[in-house]
């Protein structure tokens, strides 16, 4: 995950080919308990669960996962409620998965692991 956490998401208007399976399973390996999956239209997304004691604590994670994306310039879907996050991340603009999503994740996570 290391090698991840010093990356930067770089800008991504489509142009680019979106990761293949292996590839996917390749990058999945570098960050911790994030699912794989696929929606309606077949486009590949990460997707955490976090889990917390209380409302506030689900909003300071939403917020600082907020900072992040915006520092980066990559934008997940989240939700949450008492007690939960989810996170979903995808690069909509190729309709799947790039490094990008990847790099977002592992600072994602380093926010819990800190």
Avoid: R
């Avoid at 979903?88 to 990008?100: D, M, P, R, V």
């Amino acid at each position: 995950m290391s090698d991840l956490l010093n990356k930067k998401c770089l800008p991504c208007e489509g142009g680019v080919v979106p990761f293949d399976i292996s590839e996917i399973h390749k990058y999945q390996k570098k960050v911790d308990g994030w699912d794989l999956a696929k929606d309606n239209q077949e486009m590949f997304f990460l997707l955490k669960k976090f889990k917390f004691e209380n409302f506030l604590e689900s909003q300071s994670f939403v917020n600082e996962v907020g900072k992040i994306s915006e520092s980066e310039g990559h934008h997940p879907d989240i939700s949450f409620g008492w007690g939960y996050a989810e996170v979903k991340i995808t690069t909509h603009a190729i309709k799947g998965l790039s490094e990008n999503d990847f790099i977002l994740a592992a600072k994602i996570d380093k926010i819990i692991n800190v």
